[in-house]
């Protein structure tokens, strides 16, 4: 790297004319954090850290907290070091110089974190969309429909500037926390003590050992250091924006823990995996907490979304400025100031309605009347087993990526509600199986898990 270039992004004084169109501040910064950190990835880690923490996956949020703190307090240091929308990718340069492994981490990191990360948690939206407001059997037409007008909603606001992102940003934040904190309420109420005896905990290696899952849910940091170009005094916001964003999830993550450990079994979270949330809200909400849960993943994709382009739009221009990237990402291309975020925007709309399953119409049985087919769609997978429905054929699992703009975990869920038939048949007497388990995918420096809600 010239001098001159180390100067342009060590400098934040360098620049004095866009020193003054830096409008991001703490608080902005915060909630950008903040929504790709917190998002629908909880409801199903929940279940997953339940099989090895048991009820004190409370603790393990905890332990995550604390290691996510400590490499946050790294990354605002570097950020005050090297301010630059560049983020991560700035602190390689400068400790690596602008080699070839550089620039193969770069590409990778871009194409993985941001342009596949981003098409899977606009397909987990599309899903959403579909199932809340179409129907379960709508055409995968809705799906690209619901992905199409997201992606180009979200590009409208990152168009406008990094305020408005901001800003929107925190209208979203604050539907996902507003509804978790009603959450928290509603459970924290009924919370039976016993069930989060010190006694029933296991030992502190199996504790430590779920950190592995519960890490995962505080990568989403990260995004802030993509702020430090936009921010008037990166010296100084940065550091309180990571504190805070990192302080709000952490309590957030532990409440809702406590919360759901509080009121239903461990058995019982490892059963309803990524539904636990809706029924530990059953007595208060009752089947209404699904619908608040699925509007909860709708709010925390499109935050997902909205995070990630911004980190794109400031990656892209930060390589093409340093020669990592093609000019084409840069001010200088002919399609303006916003090329990188323009092209990324295309490269992910086209990704995710390439990943959008198909949904086939579900079979009719010409020898069934309407009411044996209605009472064979909630039992047809629990004959000779015992076991919970699963999906019936035609309802896919879809990949789900929840938080932010690098390296994510996605999650294929169940959708939630086979969660209700089977708490009906519960009441019965009916005896429930365990549920299916979550796959992940787990690139580089982010993640979170996602469920599918009905």
């Not at 809340?132 to 037409?141: D, I, P, W």
């Not at 809705?142 to 168009?159: E, P």
């Not at 309605?353 to 209605?374: A, E, G, I, K, V």
């Not at 076991?387 to 990949?399: D, N, T, V, Y």
Request: hydrophobic letters at 45%; aromatic letters at 8%; charged letters at 10%.
């Amino acid at each position: 790297m010239t001098a001159s270039a180390s100067r342009e992004q060590t400098d934040p004084e360098a620049s004095p004319s866009e020193a003054q169109n830096k409008a991001l501040t703490v608080r902005g910064a915060t909630v950008l954090g903040i929504g790709s950190m917190i998002g629908a990835g909880i409801f199903a880690l929940l279940g997953e850290a339940g099989t090895v923490a048991g009820a004190a996956v409370w603790i393990s949020f905890l332990f995550g907290g604390i290691v996510a703190g400590l490499l946050g307090y790294v990354c605002a240091k570097l950020g005050m070091r090297f301010p630059s929308s560049g983020g991560l990718i700035t602190y390689l340069i400068e400790g690596f110089g602008q080699g070839r492994l550089v620039g193969i981490a770069c590409w990778l990191g871009y194409m993985a974190a941001i342009v596949i990360v981003g098409a899977l948690v606009a397909v987990s939206f599309g899903s959403y969309a579909t199932s809340l407001f179409v129907g379960e059997h709508a055409s995968s037409t809705w799906n690209n429909v619901f992905i199409t007008a997201l992606l180009l909603a979200m590009l409208a606001v990152n168009l406008v500037g990094a305020k408005f992102v901001a800003n929107a940003q925190s209208v979203i934040v604050a539907g996902v926390l507003g509804v978790f904190a009603v959450f928290i309420v509603v459970t924290i109420v009924n919370i039976n003590p016993d069930l989060l005896a010190f006694s029933s905990y296991p030992s502190l290696s199996k504790i430590l050992a779920s950190v592995a899952l519960t890490f995962f849910a505080y990568l989403g940091f990260n995004v802030i250091t993509f702020t430090a170009g936009d921010l008037r005094d990166p010296a100084h916001d940065l550091p309180r924006a990571m504190t805070f964003a990192l302080g709000i999830t952490s309590l957030t993550y532990i409440l809702i823990a406590v919360g759901v450990f509080g009121t239903l079994t461990t058995t019982q979270v490892i059963g309803y995996g990524e539904t636990a949330i809706a029924e530990a809200a059953r007595p208060t909400l009752g089947d209404a907490g699904f619908t608040i849960m699925a509007i909860v993943a709708l709010l925390s994709t499109a935050g997902c979304t909205n995070a990630t382009l911004y980190a794109s739009g400031n990656l892209t221009g930060q390589l093409a400025r340093t020669g990592l990237f093609p000019d084409i990402f840069g001010e200088t291309s002919r399609l303006g100031r916003h090329a990188g975020l323009l092209i990324t925007t295309g490269l992910v709309l086209i990704v995710a309605n390439r990943l959008t399953p198909s949904r086939p119409r579900p079979r009719r049985s010409s020898r069934s009347s309407p009411s044996d087919s209605s009472r064979s769609s909630s039992t047809r997978s629990c004959k000779d087993t015992g076991a919970r429905p699963s999906p019936r054929k035609g309802a896919h699992r879809l990949p789900r990526a929840d938080n932010m703009e690098a390296w994510n975990m996605v999650a294929i869920s169940q959708p939630m509600k086979r969660a209700r038939s089977v708490s009906a048949s519960e009441s019965t007497g009916t005896a429930r199986g365990s549920t299916s388990s979550s796959s992940a995918w787990v690139s580089g420096s982010s993640s979170s898990t996602v469920a599918r809600i009905r």
